[in-house]
């Protein structure tokens, strides 16, 4: 697309309400342009529509009409989540008529650099870890994106000396065009969205999309342990800034001495820290890595690719180690919600995906009782028999997917496994499951709600699901 204010008195249609799609619409309202909003769920479902009705924007909703979008349409901006298969997209695409998400607004208005983090996992904490260390560094973030702010949001009120920081998903990045940050990280790379992307070829093409438009001024921070993240940045215009859990790099942020490859390896980290190399010069260390505030390798991961960024942003070094103490986590992400007679609970709802619960169980010592289960997406969850075979102790499945991951615990040998049944009060089965799982624990263990699935088969957002999660531990 062309910079926002040149759809002056042109027909911009925005797809689907919420808080992106009230964003953008006042946007493209205020430059001039004719703006159609929609939103296929009834109005009293849309408290927004008001909102926008009020500043004179034509807002339609309970259905798609037929002649929303036509040849005199200069432009559709669609909600990340609304499939390319939606009648309105689709049309869209037929009239040969621009198909965006919010993001390449957000980057056409914002006057600051952007640092763009995208992955299949680990890309909230991440994000989150580069706003503090960035604010402890006195640069005055904006956090923005997935993560809950409406980029466009963060644009209008960003300035030159700021950096905004956005967490953005294959959804959000499958619909740019000239997107260009100057700062991309790409954490890993696993098999999840196939139910919208349709295999993993459209999947690995919108993540990499984060560099397209990356010249040699900007940095690509990556994963050098994940083959295809490697594979990716071999292709790349932009500075490579690599990290690893598992090498020494010749330049980038590592460990040392490294990992070993196996993921059960449980060695003490005392001695194991973490440095970074800049290219041509001397490796310089930042902290010990047992030092980092929130456990697991995978979080360790993290704090690499946080450390990277902010050091490609201009962050000395030695302002790093104190906010990577102090940072606790967010919500939802492995977090500890309490003990109860002797058996810890913690909230993993945000790991949507099989490797995300791989990470989460393998950072946890103790026996494990699981909670999983969710929306279907065709996955038959083989790849977790290992993990059961190895971790569980129990598992309590729901949602979905409960035969799948039962007959798993059954093909990995686990003698504790129950299900829960369906009900149209979806609540009260997360609640049923928390009392079967502690009812399967002893003193010293784990209750994990950990999914390895999304929340749309019996809730509107993973958020909604861990705070049940946590409200069920605390009313044991």
């Not at 909600?79 to 040969?96: D, R, T, W």
């Not at 998903?169 to 000239?178: E, H, I, V, W, Y």
């Not at 194991?272 to 979080?299: K, Q, T, W």
């Not at 990995?412 to 299900?419: F, K, N, Q, R």
Request: net charge negative; hydrophobic share 40%.
């Amino acid at each position: 697309m062309n910079h926002p204010a040149t759809y002056q008195g042109r027909r911009v249609v925005v797809l689907g309400l919420a808080r992106s799609g009230v964003s953008v619409a006042k946007v493209f309202h205020q430059l001039g342009a004719d703006v159609v909003v929609n939103d296929k769920k009834e109005r009293d479902l849309c408290p927004e529509a008001d909102e926008l009705t009020a500043l004179g924007i034509s807002v339609l909703c309970g259905y798609h009409p037929d002649d929303l979008v036509t040849e005199d349409t200069a432009l559709l901006v669609k909600n990340p989540g609304i499939p390319y298969s939606a009648p309105p997209v689709a049309k869209a695409e037929e009239l040969g008529v621009e198909i965006i998400t919010e993001v390449e607004v957000a980057y056409w208005l914002s006057p600051a650099p952007i640092i763009g983090i995208t992955g299949s996992n680990g890309k909230t904490t991440t994000t989150t870890w580069i706003g503090e260390l960035l604010d402890a560094a006195g640069l005055k973030p904006i956090v923005a994106g997935n993560i809950g702010r409406p980029l466009c949001e963060a644009a209008l009120e960003a300035t030159e000396e700021q950096w905004i920081v956005a967490e953005l998903s294959s959804f959000q990045l499958k619909g740019t065009d000239a997107f260009r940050p100057r700062v991309a990280l790409l954490l890993n790379i696993a098999e999840t969205h196939l139910d919208y992307h349709g295999d993993m070829d459209d999947y690995v093409n919108a993540k990499a999309k984060i560099f397209d438009n990356q010249t040699e001024e900007d940095v690509a921070v990556v994963n050098w342990d994940d083959p295809e993240c490697r594979a990716l940045s071999e292709l790349l215009a932009a500075r490579r800034f690599p990290f690893s859990l598992y090498e020494r790099l010749e330049q980038g942020v590592y460990l040392e001495p490294p990992f070993s490859q196996d993921p059960e390896d449980t060695a003490p980290n005392a001695s194991r820290h973490i440095v970074f190399r800049p290219e041509g010069g001397r490796e310089e260390a930042i902290m010990p890595v047992d030092e980092l505030g929130i456990p697991g390798r995978h979080n360790a991961a993290n704090a690499l690719a946080a450390i990277a960024a902010c050091l490609a942003a201009g962050v000395a070094p030695e302002l790093l180690a104190g906010p990577l103490r102090g940072f606790k986590g967010v919500e939802h992400r492995l977090e500890f919600v309490r003990e109860v007679n002797g058996v810890n609970y913690y909230n993993d709802s945000k790991a949507t995906n099989p490797a995300a619960t791989t990470m989460s169980v393998r950072s946890l010592s103790a026996p494990i009782v699981l909670v999983a289960g969710g929306l279907d997406r065709g996955s038959d969850y083989m790849e977790l028999v290992p993990l059961f075979r190895d971790r569980l102790k129990g598992l309590v499945a729901l949602g979905e997917t409960r035969g799948k991951l039962a007959r798993v615990a059954e093909l990995a040998g686990l003698a504790s496994v129950e299900t829960v049944e369906p009900s149209e009060d979806a609540e009260s089965v997360l609640r049923q499951a928390v009392k079967k799982a502690a009812a399967m624990a002893e003193p010293g263990d784990i209750v994990l709600l950990s999914p390895a699935c999304a929340s749309w088969d019996m809730f509107p957002s993973y958020e909604q699901r861990g705070r049940i999660f946590k409200d069920s531990a605390h009313t044991l």
